[in-house]
């Protein structure tokens, strides 16, 4: 009876140490288990402390320093202590906004500047397309204004020829149609025989002709048979016309010296082309032709 009363007692002992062991096992496991939780928060959070980090290295990749003169200044003037007024600093500081100053009024002055520079441009170019309107509609009446100019400039010319003086040959050349107002003489082209109350004188085309005399211009004119024309006073009712020319500077009303320029020799026109080129020399007294070869040099 006692063996069995040990028995029994032994068997109960171990069972209250297997319940025991369990219990601490149980308690073992969560105790790890919590040990894991707390691990995997502190992961993590770490984790997300790092991301943090990362982005912020990424935004700014340097470190950033304050500057030590601003810190240096901040201390020292939470010190009481003010740098002194002749100091490089105190120079270099105030010379700073003085330099920022300046550079926004250069800017600001530029922008203006462009603004009046774009403005005056388009003034410019107004201005230039007025002035070029005005220069192409007063080319005329400024070249007429010089013509008049120079036409008023030898007004002081007496014009006094007479029959005693002597012309100047308004081109070299050979008379190829002489003077003929008495009897008929034969005109090649026309295939006609005819008065001729001028002296046909041979010349080359653009030859310049020239003013036999002292004289003012009458008239500039045109017709079919002498083309091109300038009719010159001489004075004392003694006239001259020269035909067959081109480019003509005179105008009416001007004073021409002797010898100037009063056009040049053109084409002949259809009455005189088997003639050839020549100057058409007219001289009259009055109204009534007259031999100009008896008044050449």
Request: proline fraction near 4%; hydrophobic fraction near 40%; include cysteine.
């Amino acid at each position: 009876m006692n063996k069995f009363a040990a028995s029994g007692k032994n068997s109960t002992e171990v069972i209250n140490v297997k319940e025991k062991v369990n219990q601490l096992f149980k308690d073992k496991l969560v105790l790890v288990m919590l040990v894991l939780g707390l691990l995997t928060i502190v992961a993590a959070a770490g984790a997300v402390r790092i991301r943090r980090g990362s982005e912020k290295t990424e935004e700014s990749p340097y470190l950033e320093i304050q500057d030590p003169e601003r810190v240096i200044a901040e201390k020292e003037e939470a010190d009481g202590k003010t740098p002194a007024a002749g100091s490089s600093n105190a120079e270099e500081k105030s010379e700073e906004p003085v330099k920022e100053a300046g550079a926004g009024n250069e800017a600001a002055e530029a922008t203006d500047g462009l603004d009046a520079s774009g403005t005056a441009a388009e003034e410019a170019d107004s201005l230039n397309a007025e002035a070029n309107a005005q220069a192409e509609a007063g080319k005329e009446a400024s070249g007429e204004a010089l013509e008049e100019a120079g036409a008023a400039a030898k007004e002081s010319l007496v014009l006094d020829f007479t029959e005693t003086e002597k012309l100047a040959w308004p081109v070299s050349g050979n008379v190829i149609l002489g003077y003929s107002m008495e009897t008929t003489t034969y005109f090649p082209t026309l295939e006609q025989y005819k008065c001729n109350p001028a002296n046909l004188i041979q010349s080359d085309v653009s030859t310049p002709v020239a003013a036999p005399a002292d004289a003012r211009v009458l008239e500039i004119g045109t017709n079919e048979e002498i083309g091109n024309f300038v009719r010159l006073d001489l004075g004392n009712e003694y006239t001259a016309v020269c035909g067959q020319l081109k480019e003509i500077p005179v105008v009416v009303n001007e004073y021409l010296h002797k010898g100037d320029v009063i056009g040049y020799i053109a084409e002949p026109t259809k009455y005189y082309t088997v003639e050839g080129n020549n100057l058409y020399f007219e001289l009259l007294h009055g109204e009534t032709p007259v031999d100009a070869l008896d008044y050449l040099e």
